[in-house]
């Protein structure tokens, strides 16, 4: 199955602020929640947004889903509410026409319940733009209040990967393996060792569009998103992962931080 997947709302325009970041905490999500899907054999679409706009991040999500033409589309989110108590879990659908999606909504919710958050469960609403401007079947995974006491504590202790653990497996009713995946790496060439240190990133408030792919060596610019994509394929293929990929400012300048480190000569030399 083909999943549009977002982290709800954007680095320049955030959510819910908390006892946590409500977007940070998201994105963190939907990253350990990619592998999860592609090692159930579903292939994922990356639906995030680096807008600064509530429509613009709404749209570029849902845009995103329709264009690749997903059979479902998930955004995952979090609550907020005045009081530290409010706590819990819920699954927000469209309607309730789609006995599969409901199936998955009621799982998502079950899951959280055995974890300790309150279950709120599965509601609909067609006001939602993730729920009525897509054109599959979506849903919306409001996975705990940012704001609750309990609800931060009890995500501290699973982290995102637990949570996504409890997300992908309401989706696919398969247990997610707790095995770390074997990598294949594959031989650099330059220096004889194993090429890790390899990412794609944008330095997002001077060009949000233009990708850098950085070799371990050096950075290049992409010109082409089809060159994204097949240094991506290749490094999947190897990896069983898609590449990382980094979202920088020039006010965080962590892109020539890399740079400078890498190509540093050594201050000094020790003989054997």
């Known amino acids: 199955m083909k999943i549009g997947l977002r982290g709800g709302h954007s680095p320049n325009c955030k959510g819910a602020m908390g006892i946590i970041d409500e977007q940070a905490e998201v994105r963190k999500i939907y990253n350990e929640m990619v592998p999860m899907l592609q090692a159930a054999g579903h292939t994922v679409i990356d639906c995030n947004s680096n807008a600064n706009s509530v429509v613009g991040e709404l749209n570029d999500g849902t845009n995103k889903a329709n264009a690749n033409n997903c059979e479902m589309f998930v955004s995952i989110h979090m609550n907020a509410a005045g009081s530290p108590d409010a706590n819990g879990s819920e699954v927000f659908l469209y309607n ?3 006995a599969v999606m409901n199936q998955r909504a009621t799982s998502i919710c079950d899951k959280f319940a055995q974890k300790g958050f309150p279950n709120r469960g599965v509601k609909f609403n067609t006001a939602y733009h993730d729920l009525n401007a897509s054109s599959m079947p ?8 940012c704001t609750g006491i309990a609800d931060v504590d009890r995500y501290r202790a699973l982290g995102p990967k637990g949570i996504a653990t409890l997300i992908v497996e309401g989706i696919t009713g398969k247990v997610v393996s707790s095995a770390p995946v074997q990598l294949q790496q594959t031989p650099d060439s330059k220096k004889g060792s ?12 001077l060009d949000k569009d233009k990708v850098y792919y950085f070799d371990g060596f050096t950075a290049h610019p992409l010109n082409h998103p089809d060159e994204k994509k097949v240094l991506n394929d290749i490094y999947k293929a190897n990896n069983g992962k898609d590449m990382p990929e980094f979202l920088w400012t020039s006010k965080a300048p962590w892109f020539t931080r890399l740079q400078n480190a890498v190509e540093r000569k050594p201050q000094f030399v020790i003989k054997k």
């Open 96 to 98: 309730n026409g789609n």
């Open 138 to 145: 979506a849903m919306i995974v409001e996975t705990l209040f």
């Open 194 to 205: 194993t090429a890790t240190m390899v990412c794609f990133y944008r330095v997002t408030d």
